[in-house]
């Protein structure tokens, strides 16, 4: 299998280490509804965005920062948890990498962050970056450079685990290297990771016995 090592490993939150359960696309498609906004076109942006982004691009007229505190506000205050669960092997990830070595940076608002990371089992890691956290979300390079930062890592020496081209591309241009899942996207649309798999199942990740302390992170390239 192909193999990288690296000094530590970044992961996406919502379609990489949990399945919300499609709570954002019902969120979605009543503040869609409330605005007469298509929902279909905010179905193909939202991934990996933070609600202000997705506001910005399909519907520029009205205050994104306002609507997107209100958005963040009904999603906070959703009493469901229902279909939210682990994705398949994030538990035995999350249990495999040093806790010094990694980090998670979302999207999410740190209270549903935090809520979901305890729902499904997922101990908080003492590096979370979310939207709360940085001047811009993803696709701006932020919430990586903020995690590499307080991994006490560049970017560079960082591999990121995403499922959305938004979040290849801040990871991307953060200077860190990505391994997408097609967990959300299929693989056409993940053409800007540096590799890809089928799902966290395919990804192994150990501590590099030769003394130099780094990652060794190898995976199951998908099919054809």
Same mark, same amino acid.
């Not at 996406?12 to 409330?34: C, K």
């Not at 948890?81 to 998670?104: E, K, N």
């Not at 608002?109 to 979370?128: N, S, T, Y």
């Not at 890592?153 to 991307?172: H, K």
């Given at each position: 299998?192909?193999?990288?090592?690296? +000094?530590?490993?970044?992961?996406?939150?919502?379609?990489?280490?949990?399945? !919300?359960?499609?709570?954002?696309?019902?969120?979605? *498609?009543? %503040?869609?509804? *409330?605005?007469?906004?298509?929902?279909?076109?905010?179905?193909?942006?939202?991934?990996?965005?933070?609600? @202000?982004?997705?506001?910005?691009?399909?519907?520029?007229?009205?205050?994104?920062?306002?609507?997107?505190?209100?958005?963040?506000?009904?999603? /906070?205050?959703?009493?469901? +948890?229902?279909?939210?669960?682990?994705?398949?092997?994030?538990?035995?990830?999350?249990?495999?990498?040093?806790?010094?070595?990694? +980090?998670?940076?979302?999207?999410?608002? $740190?209270?549903?962050?935090?809520? %979901?990371?305890?729902?499904?089992?997922?101990?908080?890691?003492?590096?979370?970056? !979310?939207?709360?956290?940085?001047?811009?979300?993803?696709?701006?390079?932020?919430?990586?450079?903020?995690?590499?930062?307080?991994?006490?890592?560049?970017?560079?020496?960082?591999? @990121?685990?995403?499922?959305?081209?938004?979040?290849?591309? +801040? #990871?991307? &241009?953060?200077? #860190?290297?990505?391994? /997408?899942?097609?967990?959300?996207?299929?693989?056409?649309?993940?053409?800007?990771?540096?590799?890809?798999?089928?799902?966290?199942?395919?990804? &192994?990740?150990? @501590?590099?016995?030769?003394?130099?302390?780094?990652?060794?992170?190898? %995976? $199951?390239?998908?099919?054809?």
């Amino acid at each position: 299998m192909p193999e990288l090592r690296v +000094a530590a490993l970044i992961s996406d939150m919502d379609g990489v280490l949990i399945d !919300t359960g499609g709570i954002y696309d019902r969120r979605w *498609e009543s %503040w869609a509804a *409330e605005h007469g906004i298509s929902h279909t076109r905010i179905a193909t942006l939202h991934f990996g965005r933070p609600a @202000v982004e997705t506001i910005r691009l399909v519907a520029p007229d009205l205050d994104a920062p306002a609507e997107a505190r209100r958005f963040n506000d009904a999603l /906070a205050h959703d009493p469901s +948890a229902d279909g939210v669960v682990a994705m398949p092997g994030a538990l035995d990830l999350v249990r495999d990498i040093p806790p010094a070595r990694f +980090a998670i940076a979302t999207s999410a608002p $740190r209270v549903m962050a935090l809520r %979901w990371l305890a729902h499904v089992g997922i101990p908080e890691p003492a590096v979370l970056v !979310t939207i709360d956290d940085v001047p811009r979300g993803k696709p701006a390079p932020d919430p990586y450079l903020r995690a590499a930062e307080l991994l006490g890592r560049e970017a560079r020496q960082c591999l @990121v685990i995403e499922d959305a081209p938004a979040g290849i591309t +801040a #990871a991307r &241009t953060a200077g #860190a290297r990505v391994l /997408a899942v097609m967990s959300t996207h299929g693989r056409a649309d993940l053409g800007d990771a540096d590799h890809v798999v089928v799902g966290l199942p395919d990804v &192994t990740v150990e @501590v590099d016995g030769s003394g130099a302390g780094a990652l060794r992170v190898s %995976w $199951r390239p998908p099919p054809g």
